[in-house]
């Protein structure tokens, strides 16, 4: 299934695409959720019960929705980086032992269409596209082998990175330089993991007002995305909602010479195989 989260004046909906359509899921069967988040911590039966819904169900025109982030209200948005192997020889760094985990703040979300805001503190913000993990089940000390039957899906992402902060600043600012309000674009969807066969086998793309900055695919992977899970699990249990942005690929700004940055009035797309095409404009933040 391929869910979507829309903005309702009741507050944000989930609902299922059908036939260039969406089905509101919860106007079908009430004991839905209107949540995302709380359908997939609900379980198996009730994402049957979705399943029904979203057939049955009478079709919402596309074009008459404001999509939102697929996940509006994670408890945690973790990232893994240098996770491609030819964007480590891209940085001029050996690939690492380990998975080198971080995270961004959940208020760093914004959905399909909501613009990229450059703060005014920042004059190096570059582009990460980015294959992004929903966790369905909680988990805790997890196995590589048993990983994909907490995934339940998977969504566009984009790891927007003041690199400035994030390389620059005393001690370097991760956190801060990948948190800024806006630096978590997510959608327009999420898939579920039965209708992706292999997470490892999918082509990763960013266009820049149409021109083509990074283009690779899955299977560059340092560590797929059943280990990452695996090895986050070790720390802290994973719940359902939770994001985990995979890493990016080759072409990143910052990388190039002369290196290029983000830009008022650039629009940003990310494109990956089977999950579509997450497309963002970029602002100046407002003095």
Known sequence: MRFVTYADPSGPRVACARDGGYVDLNRIDPSIPTSLKALLAAGPAMMHRAAVAAASGMLLEASSLRLLAPIVD????????????????????????????????PTALVGPDEPI????????VDYEAELVVVIGRACRNIVRDDARRYIAGYCVGHDVSARDWQLRKPGGQWLLGKSF??????????????????????????????????????RQFIFGVEEVV?????????L?????????????????????????GDVVEIEIDHLGVLRNPVVAAET
């Open 74 to 105: 994670p408890q945690k948005v973790l990232c893994v980086g240098l996770n491609y192997a030819d964007h480590a020889r891209e940085s001029g760094m050996a690939p690492p032992l380990e998975p080198v985990v971080f995270s961004k703040f």
């Open 117 to 124: 805001v450059l703060p005014a503190v920042s004059a190096e």
């Open 181 to 218: 309000d806006t630096f978590a674009p997510l959608g327009p969807m999420l898939v579920t993991a039965d209708e992706i066969e292999d997470p490892g086998q999918l082509r990763v793309q960013c266009r820049i007002n149409g021109r083509t900055m990074q283009d690779s695919n899955t």
């Open 230 to 238: 695996a090895y986050i699990s070790q720390v802290c249990t994973l």
């Open 240 to 264: 359902p909602g939770d994001l985990i942005y995979t890493g990016t690929p080759p072409g990143v700004g910052a990388a190039r010479r002369p290196p290029v940055f983000l830009r008022p």
